[in-house]
C-alpha cells in the first residue's frame, strides 16, 4: 500500500487493553475498545469507518461499525480508541437475557472479525482483522 513511501514495515495490532460499555439497549450497544497499536513507519495513516462481524462472549452480535476515523501516528506504539456501535436487530428474543449477563460480566471475551478500511489520502486497502480476546469490561453510565 504506502510501498512507493519506501520500505513499509507491518504495522502490528498489540491487542485490546480495554472495552467500556457507553449504552446497551434492546436496540444494541455502544462501546468504546481501547487497542495498541505500533506503527514503526515514517508515515502515518488513517483507520476509516469499517464494518466487522462481532461476537461477544461467544455470542454473535451480528455487525459492528467503527463509528469514526482513527489517525494512527508515525513511529508510535501507542492506544487507541475506537467507538464501535452494533445493531441487536438480528437477535432473537430468547438472546437477550445472555446479552445482559454477558454485559454484567467483569470480563468478557471481544471477537472481531473483517476488513479494516486503511489508507493515506487518496490510497485505500482492505486490512483483514480475525481476532479473539478476553478483556476487562467496564460499564459507564449504566
Do not use: H
Not at 462472549?57 to 492506544?79: Q, R, Y
Not at 467507538?83 to 436487530?89: A, H, R
Request: proline content about 3%; glycine content about 4%.
Amino acid at each position: 500500500m504506502f510501498s512507493s513511501c519506501g520500505d513499509f514495515q507491518d504495522v502490528t495490532f498489540m491487542g485490546i487493553e480495554n472495552v467500556k460499555v457507553n449504552k446497551i439497549s434492546q436496540q444494541g450497544i455502544d462501546i468504546d475498545v481501547t487497542a495498541k497499536i505500533k506503527n514503526p513507519n515514517n508515515v502515518a495513516f488513517t483507520i476509516y469507518k469499517s464494518d466487522l462481524d462481532a461476537s461477544f462472549s461467544n455470542m454473535n452480535v451480528g455487525k459492528a461499525t467503527i463509528t469514526k476515523n482513527v489517525k494512527i501516528k508515525a513511529n508510535s506504539e501507542e492506544s487507541y480508541t475506537f467507538n464501535v456501535k452494533s445493531d441487536f436487530s438480528k437477535l432473537s428474543a430468547s438472546e437477550l437475557p445472555n446479552l445482559l449477563s454477558i454485559a454484567m460480566s467483569k470480563t468478557i471475551k471481544v471477537a472481531l472479525k473483517g476488513n479494516l478500511k486503511v489508507g493515506k489520502l487518496f490510497m485505500k486497502q482492505n486490512y483483514p482483522v480475525d481476532m479473539a480476546k478476553s478483556v476487562p469490561l467496564n460499564l459507564r453510565g449504566l
